[in-house]
């Protein structure tokens, strides 16, 4: 075999490694969009081929599962969830950006820190807290919670972008005798805003997703969507055309905002671990 | 106003949230840690001290359901951690080179990680399910044997099956990471390696993976802390089971603090969990830093 044979052979052997990566990585997600399609009969037979049926679709809405509520909260934590973290956090990352405090890496380590904080640690004193203070099965609880995941990332991300921003614009303004808080609304803010919106993005992909503080917290009125996939259980098992169809209204939205973030996707999710 | 009161105001709110929601709770966990409370007395829990070490180690004298989830938990990241890191090493390699084909695959790998972990249990608990899973379907033609194989209901097949859920689920994210490492070494010592006569094998071990060890060593740290609570996905896919078999530490606790209502045992055991994470913690945070 020549050398420029066997280079086309190994090209050819890596296009195929390739492939079988992505079907790997397609299969649970297109079984969960074929099977929404499908009468839960249709599904014990396996057939790929049937009349799609958008019924399941109408059901999950219906009592007792009633997703629409749960569509409701998940989408009202999430995005309250997002507009009280990112104001707060793109403050303390513009000064953790442009200047030097007292304490600021310790700061920034605990911040870091309490990303990685399990969240069955954290949840057990907010059981207690919320069942004293009757916000157990509430929103604003879950709001609250919601904020020590997101807060951390928010920070980091931000504070990244405004990392990138050069500080000679902001000079020239405060030479001109623009203020300092003039300069962050009319300078920082513009040029930093495709940050925040992807900060936001992320965070808003982060609290829909999450799972073990509705779990514990919740139970009825405040259910968010990831729980409410427990419900569909019928008593022959696992009503897995209403899972799925659920599975989708789940999954698609966050699927369109991670694409539209995707250039910054990985850089969030590190926040700067990997330059 | 001067900037030096500025900069402290602006962060100020951002510190109170911080050591609100986790601050606060880590600290108050500890507190619990040292009672025997339970969720079960009404309002608020009846708490007596106890030596705090007596709680601690009430969960390696007593509770056989603490040590089997520890070695669940060390077993499960020893095995996701290996195989996540060395498959998206291998994949990030195949993708590395860029172009069209490529560029868009890896945008594809951000699907499944804006995927809930929750939904990604449920779909594993689809695909394995011995009656019409596609899993059973599939390799129930090819390989007879695997034919009827009741995935969930064997202790190693169902922790085989966890960890397989957790592996797809995290492979696309560190693939990219690790291309984003990938692209940083440089590239024309590879080709004066070529020129040279090294040969792919050689180029790799000696110029690309000495360069990519910062990189990995961040994967490899953020992976094992995920790895060690993970619980989501467990949840929904086998809930622990059958028996114990994939019950880790976040769900023992989970558990032990809200089934039984041992909230002070379950707090102990919580933090017995965080000491192995806050030295992971850090040696992220040293290579967070270590640029500035």
Not at chain 1, 95 to 107: K, P, Q, V, Y
Not at chain 1, 193 to 210: D, H, K, R, S
Not at chain 2, 249 to 275: C, D, E, P, R, T
């Amino acid at each position: 075999m020549t050398g420029a044979q066997r280079k086309r052979l190994f090209g050819a052997l890596q296009v195929v490694l390739i492939l079988v990566a992505i079907a790997i990585m397609l299969v649970p997600i297109a079984l969960i969009f074929l099977a929404a399609f499908k009468t839960l009969r249709n599904i014990y037979t396996l057939n790929l081929f049937v009349t799609p049926t958008l019924e399941n679709f109408v059901t999950v809405f219906e009592q007792p599962y009633d997703l629409g509520a749960k569509l409701w909260n998940s989408t009202l934590v999430a995005t309250v969830t997002v507009a009280l973290a990112i104001p707060v956090a793109t403050m303390a990352a513009y000064s953790f950006s442009r200047f030097r405090l007292t304490g600021e890496t310790t700061m920034l380590v605990i911040i870091l820190a309490t990303q990685f904080v399990p969240a069955v640690v954290i949840v057990l004193p907010f059981f207690v807290m919320f069942r004293d203070l009757g916000l157990l099965d509430t929103r604003i609880g879950l709001i609250a919670v919601n904020l020590a995941i997101v807060m951390p990332f928010a920070i980091w991300m931000i504070k990244g972008f405004i990392d990138g921003i050069p500080i000679d614009t902001e000079e020239a303004a405060m030479v001109d005798g623009a203020s300092r808080l003039r300069v962050i609304r009319d300078v920082v803010l513009p040029m930093a805003a495709p940050g925040l919106l992807t900060a936001g993005i992320f965070c808003f992909i982060i609290a829909w997703n999450e799972f073990l503080f509705a779990l514990i917290l919740t139970n009825k009125d405040a259910v968010t969507l990831p729980i409410g996939l427990a419900l569909f259980k019928g008593e022959e098992g696992d009503l897995w055309n209403l899972l799925s169809a659920a599975g989708i209204i789940i999954m698609v939205p966050m699927f369109v905002l991670a694409l539209a973030i995707r250039k910054y996707f990985v850089q969030g999710m590190t926040m700067g671990a990997v330059r | 106003m001067r900037d030096n009161t500025l900069k402290y105001l602006l962060v100020a709110p951002a510190v109170v949230v911080v050591l609100a929601t986790a601050i606060w709770p880590l600290w108050e966990s500890l507190r619990l840690s040292a009672t025997n409370g339970r969720l079960s007395r009404p309002g608020s829990m009846q708490q007596y001290m106890e030596p705090l070490w007596d709680q601690y180690t009430w969960a390696f004298r007593y509770e056989p359901a603490f040590w089997n989830s520890v070695q669940v938990t060390a077993i499960y990241t020893v095995t996701t951690v290996a195989l996540t890191t060395g498959l998206a090493l291998g994949l990030a390699l195949l993708l590395a080179p860029g172009g069209k084909f490529r560029s868009g695959v890896q945008t594809l790998l951000i699907l499944p990680f804006a995927m809930s972990p929750a939904l990604i249990g449920v779909s594993f608990r689809f695909m394995f399910n011995p009656e019409f899973g596609l899993f059973d379907a599939f390799f129930g033609t090819l390989f007879p044997w695997l034919a009827d194989v009741s995935w969930l209901a064997d202790p190693v097949l169902a922790f085989a099956v966890c960890v397989k859920a957790d592996v797809w689920g995290w492979i696309p994210f560190l693939t990219l990471v690790l291309i984003g490492g990938l692209a940083s070494v440089p590239q024309d010592t590879i080709e004066a390696a070529q020129v040279d006569g090294a040969s792919g094998w050689r180029v790799f071990k000696d110029i690309t993976l000495p360069q990519l060890v910062p990189v990995l060593a961040v994967v490899i740290i953020l992976k094992s802390i995920f790895s060690l609570k993970a619980f989501d996905q467990i949840f929904m896919l086998t809930n622990g089971g059958p028996g114990d078999a994939t019950q880790t530490l976040s769900h023992n606790i989970y558990f032990a603090g809200m089934k039984y209502g041992q909230i002070g045992y379950a707090a102990a055991v919580a933090w017995l969990m965080v000491i192995p994470m806050i030295a992971l913690i850090f040696a992220h945070a040293k290579f967070v830093f270590r640029t500035d």
